[in-house]
């Protein structure tokens, strides 16, 4: 069983900053890449940001200069440093995690940013 857990989200206001983070668990023995992906209503998931094992990362021209993604403990912890934020960025985010034979999803959560 692997477990995929969110926190972080919440309601702020525009040109405020969030932090969400996301820990895997269970039976993972390697990560290949650590990743966020946002669905705003009506609208299909989208890629914001993702981490690869090596390091390198690759984010939504939407979010550049304002999101940054980072790992830590061993790659089981991805993070997303949300900065600057917009009404637009509103949306359930979701964790995505790239194992050694699987992909898995956490459930969601959810940044609503007001103005």
């Known amino acids: 069983q692997v477990r995929l857990v969110e926190s972080g989200g919440g309601l702020v206001q525009a040109g405020g900053s969030l932090r969400l983070s996301c820990t895997a668990s269970?039976?993972?023995?390697?990560?290949?890449?650590m990743g966020w992906y946002r669905r705003a209503p009506g609208k299909q998931r989208e890629l914001v940001a993702t981490?690869?094992?090596?390091?390198?990362?690759n984010l939504a021209d939407s979010v550049k200069g304002r999101f940054t993604i980072s790992r830590v403990n061993g790659k089981n912890t991805v993070y997303l440093q949300m900065n600057n934020l917009k009404p637009e960025d509103t949306g359930l985010y979701y964790c995505?995690?790239?194992?050694?034979?699987?992909?898995?999803w956490g459930q969601g959560t959810q940044v609503t940013v007001s103005s």
């Open positions: 995505n995690v790239l194992g050694d034979l699987h992909v898995y």
């Open positions: 269970g039976s993972i023995y390697s990560i290949n890449g």
């Open positions: 981490i690869t094992g090596g390091g390198s990362t």
